[in-house]
C-alpha cells in the first residue's frame, strides 16, 4: 500500500471525536439524516435503480448512505479512513441485519488501483472538501468504476451564499452541525470539479441542488446549485 498523503489528520481526528453520535438522529448528525433520503432517491432515479449493482461509496463515515443503498439490494462497500466511525458503521450494520454492505479502512486512491473498474455505481458525498486534493479522489472514483458506470460527487459550491448558509447558518446561528464542520477554502465550484471529472473520463449528466428548509427542516432538489450540489457522471467507454 502506498503512503497515503492526501489525508487531513485534523479532519480525521474530528470525525473520529463524534463517531458515537453517527446515528443519533438529533445529533450532530442530524443533518445528514434529514439529507440523505433525498440524495438516496437521487441516486436511485439517475441509476436507474441501485439494486444487484457492485456500489462503492468513498468517504463513508458512519454508513448513512451506504447502508441505505444496501437496503435496497446493491452489493456495497464502504471506505474511509476514520476508523471509529466504520466501527459504528459495521455495528449498526450488524445490528440492522444489513449483510450485503462491507466497510474497509483504506484510502480511495489505493482502493481503486486494488479494484480497478469493478463497480457499476461510485459515490462520494460530502467528501471532497475534507481532503486536502480532491482531484485525487475524483481521479480514484474514476478508476474503480466500470466503462458505462455512474459517479456522483456532492460538495458545497465556494460562493458567498454558500459561505453565509453553510458556515454562518449552519454552523454559527442554527447549530445543525459543529462549529469547524467547513473551511470555506476548501469548497469547491461546479465548473472546477467537471474539469477534474472529465480528465479521468467522467462526463456530466446532471447538476442538482440540495436545499435547506429551517422551517420543516427538510432538504429538497432544486435547479439552484449555489449552495450544497449533486454532480452526476457517467464513465465513458474506453
Known sequence: MSENTNVDSNEIDKFNSIAASWWDMEGSFKPLHKLNPVRVSYIQQMAGSVAHKELLDIGCGGGI???SLAKLSANVVGIDLA????DVAKLHALEAGVTNVRYQNINAEDFSQQHY???DIVTCMEMLEHVPDPESIICAAANACKPGGRVFFS???KTAISYLLAIVGAEKVLKLVPKGTHEFEKFIKPAQLI???ERYGLKIRDAIGLHYNPLNEQFTLKP???????????????
Open 65 to 67: 448512505l451506504a447502508e
Open 117 to 119: 473498474q469493478q463497480f
Open 195 to 197: 474539469q477534474w471529472a
Open 155 to 157: 460538495t458545497l459550491n
Open 224 to 238: 439552484n446549485i449555489d449552495v450544497n450540489y449533486i454532480l452526476y457522471f457517467e464513465k465513458l467507454d474506453q
Open 83 to 86: 476508523q471509529d466511525s466504520l
